[in-house]
C-alpha cells in the first residue's frame, strides 16, 4: 500500500501530457464494490458514534470547556466530512448499486448540511468546467486576497450565509438562476430540499417536545464548530491551481494524516479524482503511484503546509484589497456558494 507523509508543502513536478495508467488497469481500477462501499460507511458512521459519545461524557462531566470544545469538533469533523460521503455516492462510484448511491447520498447531505440533489448537477458542471472561469461554478465562490479574506473564508461565515440563502430560495421553488438545472431536475431539487428542511424543522419539534436542545447541540454546535476544517480542506483542492482544461495542472493532491483520508473517502487525492472520476474513492490512492509524477500541485506538507504557504503570500498583500470573485455564468448568482463542495 501507498504511504504518504502526513504534512505536505507545494512543490511543481514535471508535467506529462502522457495518459500514466494503461487502459486495462485503468478498467482494474473502475471496479466498483458495495462491501467496499459499506465497509468505508461502516467506518465513518462508527467515527460519528464513538466521538459523540466521548462529546457527551464530556459534557455530561463538565469537563474543562476546552475539552469540551476538542470534542464537539471531532465530533463535528466527523459530521461535516460526510460530505464527503455524499460527494463519492453523488459520483455513484461509491457502490455499485445505484440505488445505494442515491440513498447514501441523501442521507449523508442531510448530516453535513448540503443537497445530495442539487449537488449533483451542480458538481457536474465543476467536472465539466474545472477551473474555467465563467463556467466553473465553484469560481462564483470568493477566494481570499489578503489576510482578512482568508479568516472570513476559515470562519465558515459565507458559507452559512450562502447556504441559508440558497436552501430557503429552492425551498420557494425559485430555481430558474441556476444554469445547471434543468426542466427535469428542477422539481427534483425543489422536492428534495423540502424534504430536507422538514426533517431538520421535525428534529427541533422533537427536540423542544424533549425539553432539550439536542438539535443544537448534538448538530447544529459542532457542524458549525468544525465548518472551518472542512473550509480548509476544499480551499486546498484548486487554490491558486491553473485555470485552464489541464486536469494535471488545474487540482491539486495534498498528503494529510490516514484519518483524515479515511474520514474524506480519499478525497485528498483530488487530481486522481479529477482526472479519473470514476474510479471509485479505494481506488485512488493506488492511481496516485502512476498519476503522482505527472501532477503539477501536490502538496508535500499536507493541509497545514498549504495554508501556512498561503498566509505568508497573502500577508504580502493590502488588506484594503477586495475579495476577488468571479462569476460562472449569467444564471448563477451569489447564492451558489451554499452548495460548494
Known sequence: MLRVPAMTQDVTVPNSRATPIAAQELERLQMRSDARGLLRLAGHLAAIALSGFVYTLAMKHQAPLLLQGLAALAFGFTLVTMFATMHEA??????????????????????????????????????????????????????????????????????????LRTYFKLVRGHTSTYGFLNEKTRPLVVRSVRLQMATYVSAI????????????????????IAQPLLRA??????????????????????????????????????????????????????????????????????????????????SRKPLAQKTAHVTPNETADETTRGGLP
Not at 419539534?205 to 458549525?224: D, K, N, Q
Not at 480542506?233 to 495542472?249: N, R, T
Not at 483530488?270 to 501536490?298: I, M
Open 205 to 224: 419539534v422533537l427536540s423542544v417536545l424533549a425539553g432539550h436542545p439536542y438539535f443544537f447541540t448534538y448538530w447544529l454546535l459542532p457542524v458549525a
Open 233 to 314: 480542506i476544499l480551499l486546498a483542492e484548486h487554490g491558486g491551481c491553473s485555470e485552464d482544461k489541464d486536469m494535471l495542472s488545474n487540482t491539486r493532491t495534498t498528503y494529510t494524516l490516514a484519518p483524515v483520508r479515511f474520514l474524506m473517502w480519499q478525497m485528498p487525492y483530488h487530481a486522481e479524482h479529477h482526472r479519473y472520476p470514476a474510479l471509485p474513492f479505494f481506488s485512488l490512492e493506488r492511481a496516485h503511484v502512476s498519476l503522482g509524477p505527472h501532477l503539477s500541485n501536490v502538496a508535500r506538507r499536507g493541509y497545514t503546509g498549504f495554508h501556512i504557504t498561503l498566509l505568508k503570500d497573502l
Open 90 to 163: 453523488v459520483h455513484r462510484t461509491a457502490f455499485k448499486s445505484r440505488r445505494l448511491n442515491d440513498g447514501v447520498a441523501w442521507f449523508a447531505g442531510l448530516l453535513s448540511f448540503y443537497s445530495s440533489t442539487f449537488y449533483r448537477p451542480y458538481h457536474g458542471w465543476h467536472h465539466r468546467f474545472t477551473q474555467l472561469p465563467g463556467k466553473d461554478p465553484e469560481l462564483e465562490d470568493r477566494k481570499p486576497t489578503n489576510l482578512l479574506g482568508w479568516f472570513v473564508e476559515m470562519s465558515a461565515v459565507p458559507w452559512w450565509r450562502g447556504k
